[in-house]
C-alpha cells in the first residue's frame, strides 16, 4: 500500500506538466482569432450552457488545421524543418560517435575528466554561444580571416546567413545529446568480443562494423531523438544563424504568435508539430523493438 503514492508521482507529474499544457494548446487551437485580450475566443467554455455546447458541436471545424493543409507556407516550413534536423542530427552522430568511442577506450581514471570537457559548453548560455557562432561564421569572421590570411581562399566563403550555418549551430549545440548515450551505451562493452574478431583475422574496421557497431544501437537511436526531437522545432539558431529567407517551422510558430497575434493558428502548428515528432518517434521505437527480437 505504501508503494502505490510513490507509483503515482511520476504520473502526477506528467499529468501536471505535460497533460494539462498540452489539453490547453489542443484547445487554443480550436479556438478562433478574435481582437482581444488574449487575442482569441474559446469555441467551448466552461461558462456556456449544455445547450450552447451541443450548437457548437454541431459547429465544430478545423479551419485552423485545414489552413495548415491548404497554404504552402506551412508545409514548406514543416518539410525544410525536418531536411534540416536530419543534416544536423546526421552531423552529431558522424562527430559523437569517435568522441564517445575514444572516451569509451580511455583509461578509466581520464574518462570524467573528458566527459567533463564535452559538457563545459553547457555551463555557458546558449544564447551567447549561438552569437559567438556569428563572430566564427560571418564573412568577416574568424574562419573566412585565418582562411584568407594562409593564403587558402581570397574571397570570403558563405558560411553564414544560410542552411549550412542552421546545420553546424545544430551540430554544435546538441552534441553532448549524442555523444552521453553513445558512451553510456559504448562504456558497457564487452572489448574482448572485438579482441576475439581480430583475433580470427577480422581487420580493426570489419571488426568495429560487425561486432562493435551493432552493439549500439540503442545509444544511437537514443542519441537521435535527443537531437532531432527539439532540432526540429529550433528557432533561435535559424533566427540568428540563418538567413532572412530561412523557413522553419519554430521560426513560423514565432511569427503567427508575436507578429501576427494569431494564437490559434501558432497552436494548431504546435500540435502538428507534435505529430510530426511523433512519426519518428514511432519509426524509431519499432526498429528497436525489431531489433531486440
Request: no cysteine.
Amino acid at each position: 500500500m505504501r508503494a502505490r503514492p510513490v507509483i503515482l508521482i511520476p504520473f502526477i507529474w506528467l499529468g501536471l506538466f505535460f497533460l494539462a499544457p498540452l489539453l490547453i494548446v489542443v484547445r487554443l487551437a480550436f479556438s478562433e482569432s478574435a481582437q482581444a485580450r488574449p487575442p482569441y475566443r474559446p469555441v467551448f467554455s466552461w461558462s456556456d450552457g449544455f445547450a450552447t455546447w451541443i450548437d457548437k458541436i454541431q459547429a465544430f471545424g478545423l479551419d485552423n488545421f485545414e489552413l495548415l493543409l491548404s497554404e504552402p507556407l506551412y508545409g514548406d516550413a514543416l518539410l525544410s524543418s525536418v531536411r534540416l534536423a536530419a543534416l544536423g542530427t546526421a552531423l552529431v552522430l558522424v562527430l559523437a560517435y569517435p568522441i564517445a568511442y575514444a572516451i569509451a577506450k580511455a583509461p578509466r581514471d581520464k574518462r570524467l575528466f573528458l566527459l567533463t570537457l564535452i559538457v563545459v559548453p553547457f555551463w555557458t548560455s546558449f544564447l551567447i554561444r549561438i552569437y559567438a557562432w556569428i563572430a566564427l561564421l560571418k564573412p568577416e569572421g574568424l574562419i573566412n580571416h585565418m582562411l584568407m590570411q594562409m593564403g587558402w581562399i581570397r574571397a570570403p566563403l558563405p558560411l553564414f546567413g544560410n542552411d549550412l550555418a542552421i546545420v553546424i549551430g545544430i551540430a554544435y549545440s546538441y552534441l553532448p545529446f549524442m555523444v552521453l548515450p553513445l558512451y553510456a551505451t559504448l562504456e558497457k562493452l564487452d572489448w574482448s568480443l572485438e579482441e576475439a574478431a581480430r583475433d580470427l583475422g577480422a581487420t580493426r574496421m570489419r571488426a568495429f562494423w560487425r561486432v562493435t557497431f551493432p552493439q549500439t544501437h540503442r545509444g544511437i537511436i537514443a542519441g537521435i531523438l535527443l537531437v532531432f526531437v527539439p532540432a526540429l522545432g529550433e528557432f533561435i539558431i535559424p533566427d540568428l544563424l540563418g538567413g532572412s529567407d530561412t523557413l522553419m517551422i519554430g521560426k513560423v510558430l514565432w511569427s503567427e504568435f508575436f507578429n501576427n497575434r494569431d494564437w490559434p493558428l501558432a497552436a494548431a502548428i504546435a500540435v502538428a508539430l507534435l505529430i510530426a515528432m511523433a512519426v519518428p518517434l514511432a519509426i524509431l521505437r519499432n526498429v528497436e523493438t525489431e531489433g531486440t527480437r
